[in-house]
Structures are given as structure tokens and as C-alpha cells.
């Protein structure tokens, strides 16, 4: 079982950067890849970026390609999600989650544990 625990949201105006930070309470963190997904009042759950457990290999969402970066420190059992460029669109909660799987995930189904999510508001 592994739990995670994301940190890090808050208010910030269009232009702006955030980091999330995910926290996973298991060791050995590294044997899990892990994906951030969003949702947006009113809307489904969206993939965003993912992280792969072994060599770090990363894959991000068209929408936040290029403004976004994900990254992980296995010593501290924690995944990033640093956010630069923010847009109106980006407010969402923002979830991660782990999977025990050695390939890139991208869809929600690939994930088997989830944190309780951080909201994230950019303001105009």
C-alpha cells in the first residue's frame, strides 16, 4: 500500500510558477511511476505529466508541454511537478499517482494508488 500526500498549491496570477510536491509514505518510491492528472471544475479528470519509475523517463500532455516538468527525488520518496507560465486554464485540482509498473503510464486506469489532490487557481 502506498499513500500519497500532494502539496503545494495555492493562488497564483497568470504568468506565474508552482511546484507540487507528491510525498509517498513507502519506501523504495522508485519502483513506482508516477503521473499527475488535473481536473477542472465541471470537467473529467485530465492526464498532464508522468514519470517513469527506472531511467526517469518523462511524458507530458500537449497543454502543458514546454510550462511544466516533472522530476523526482528517490531519496526523499518525492515527485515534483514544477509549473512555470501558469494560465486561467490550468486551475484544476491536481492529483498524482503511483503505479508498480515499469513502462511510461499515461491513462488513469494504469494507476493504482491516488492522493487526495491540491488545488491550483490561476487567476486573469
Not at 12 to 22: D, E, F, K, N, T
Not at 28 to 33: D, G, K, L, P
Not at 60 to 88: C, E, H, W
Not at 96 to 111: M, Q, V, Y
Amino acid at each position: 500500500q502506498v499513500q500519497l500526500v500532494e502539496s503545494g498549491g495555492g493562488l497564483v496570477q497568470a504568468g506565474g510558477s508552482l511546484r507540487l510536491s507528491c510525498a509517498a509514505s513507502r519506501r523504495a518510491f522508485s519502483n513506482y511511476a508516477v503521473g499527475w492528472f488535473r481536473q477542472a471544475s465541471g470537467k473529467e479528470r485530465e492526464f498532464a505529466a508522468a514519470i517513469s519509475r527506472s531511467f526517469g523517463s518523462t511524458y507530458y500532455a500537449d497543454s502543458v508541454k514546454g510550462r511544466f516538468t516533472i522530476s523526482r527525488d528517490n531519496a526523499k520518496n518525492t515527485v515534483y511537478l514544477q509549473m512555470d507560465s501558469l494560465k486561467p486554464e490550468d486551475t484544476a485540482v491536481y492529483y498524482c499517482a503511483a503505479a508498480a509498473i515499469t513502462w511510461l503510464p499515461r491513462r488513469s486506469n494504469e494507476f493504482d494508488y491516488w492522493g487526495q489532490g491540491t488545488r491550483v487557481t490561476v487567476s486573469s
